[in-house]
Each structure stands twice: as structure tokens, then as C-alpha cells.
T-cell receptor, first 114, second 113 residues
Framework: DAGVIQSPRHEVTEMGQEVTLRCKPI?????LFWYRQTMMRGLELLIY????????DSGMPEDRFSAKMPNASFSTLKIQPSEPRDSAVYFC????????????FGPGTRLTVL | KQEVTQIPAALSVPEGENLVLNCSFT??????LQWFRQDPGKGLTSLLL?????REQTSGRLNASLDKSSGRSTLYIAASQPGDSATYLC????????????FGAGTILRVKS
């Protein structure tokens, strides 16, 4: 199994630009999570999906952030327009409701907004 | 609101020592607790998952215990090696949220050769 796949691994952009982060969950997993990690706030859940449907987006910081899951094997997190305070590492994770509820994380995308 | 605290924030030990990392959480109503390892610039690797009905889990040199009533978990690492150097994160899934992992800030471990 390839594990959770994220792209790009690194992204450097300028303030005001649109940023799209991508995630492919582990095949067969029906839950997908987006997390953000910063030095100041640690790891925080942004949004999660179950069977491609957004269930809880209370962690999404503001309207500039949006996430979609058009099918079971792909999700995107979009920031438009980006700001320097969005600089962080963004992780995608997935799990199966048919196993022990263990979440498996991707390698993350390190975003730098100049 | 569930809060997770990890002590110590950083730990440096000589190779070969047995060590204990601590995790505490404020609300005992949890589904499970998960220990992760994070290497610098890398993602999170799941080490052990303890369901709320379990007391401990073991994997190789790692043993994690859970005392739900007191809101505590420990991760025991036997015969530490330089390759164990990493940040160790503890996270719980509160029953209040169902799926959301609430993380501690982590313990930075350095094992000196």
C-alpha cells in the first residue's frame, strides 16, 4: 500500500495567490482529514469528510479556505487568497471505519506564503 | 473542551536507557488514544493505538498504557537508540467529537550515542 499521498511536498507562493493542496487517501478508507501544523498552535484539525461528504468544517480558519472531495480517492484544500499567516505544514490523513479508528497521515505539504 | 498535555517538552538521554513519556488529557470520555512519532520535516507515523476499553498496547520496544479514569497515558521506550530521536505526539479522540484527534504539543526526544 502506498499510504496517503500528498502533493506538492513544498509550495512557495506570494501573498494573494491561490494555493491548491492535493491528497489521495489510502484505498478503501472512508474518512479523510485535513490538519494544519504550526509552531504556535501545534496540530489542528481543519475539516474532515466521511464517504466524500464534509462532516465538520469548524476548524477551517476563514472563508479563504475551502476543501472538496469529488471522489473517494481525491481531495483538495484550497486557499484563496493566501496570506503569510497561512504558512504552515498541511497534513492529510485517512482512516477506515471498519478497523480500529487508527488515522494514517501523509508526508505533508510545507506551504510558505511570502 | 478536551486538552492534551505532554511532559516533558524535551528529553535528552544516553543510548540504552529506558524512558517514559507522559500524556495527560482533561476529559476521560474518549474513544481511543494514539501515539505518533514525527521526524524533522516529515509526516506522522502511528506507533500505537489504545482503545478506551484497553489498558495497554505493545509493539517491539514500545509499550503504551492508558488510565482513562485519571486521564493519563505513558509511552515506555526500552533500551533507547539514537534512531529513536524524534518528536513523540499523543492524541485522543474525544467522545464529544467522534472523529477529531486532539493533539498534545509533543515531547522532543534526543538519544545520544
Amino acid at each position: 500500500d502506498a499510504g496517503v499521498i500528498q502533493s506538492p511536498r513544498h509550495e512557495v507562493t506570494e501573498m494573494g495567490q491561490e494555493v491548491t493542496l492535493r491528497c489521495k487517501p489510502i484505498s478503501g478508507h472512508d474518512y479523510l482529514f485535513w490538519y494544519r501544523q504550526t509552531m504556535m498552535r501545534g496540530l489542528e484539525l481543519l475539516i474532515y469528510f466521511n464517504n466524500n461528504v464534509p462532516i465538520d468544517d469548524s476548524g477551517m480558519p476563514e472563508d479563504r479556505f475551502s476543501a472538496k472531495m469529488p471522489n473517494a480517492s481525491f481531495s483538495t484544500l484550497k486557499i484563496q487568497p493566501s496570506e503569510p499567516r497561512d504558512s504552515a505544514v498541511y497534513f492529510c490523513a485517512s482512516r477506515s471505519s471498519f478497523t480500529a479508528n487508527e488515522q494514517f497521515f501523509g508526508p505533508g505539504t510545507r506551504l510558505t506564503v511570502l | 473542551k478536551q486538552e492534551v498535555t505532554q511532559i516533558p517538552a524535551a528529553l535528552s538521554v544516553p543510548e540504552g536507557e529506558n524512558l517514559v513519556l507522559n500524556c495527560s488529557f482533561t476529559d476521560s470520555a474518549i474513544y481511543n488514544l494514539q501515539w505518533f512519532r514525527q521526524d524533522p520535516g516529515k509526516g506522522l507515523t502511528s506507533l500505537l493505538l489504545i482503545q478506551s476499553s484497553q489498558r495497554e498496547q505493545t509493539s517491539g520496544r514500545l509499550n503504551a498504557s492508558l488510565d482513562k479514569s485519571s486521564g493519563r497515558s505513558t509511552l515506555y521506550i526500552a533500551a533507547s537508540q539514537p534512531g529513536d530521536s524524534a518528536t513523540y505526539l499523543c492524541a485522543v479522540v474525544p467522545m464529544e467529537y467522534g472523529n477529531k484527534l486532539v493533539f498534545g504539543a509533543g515531547t522532543i526526544l534526543r538519544v545520544k550515542s
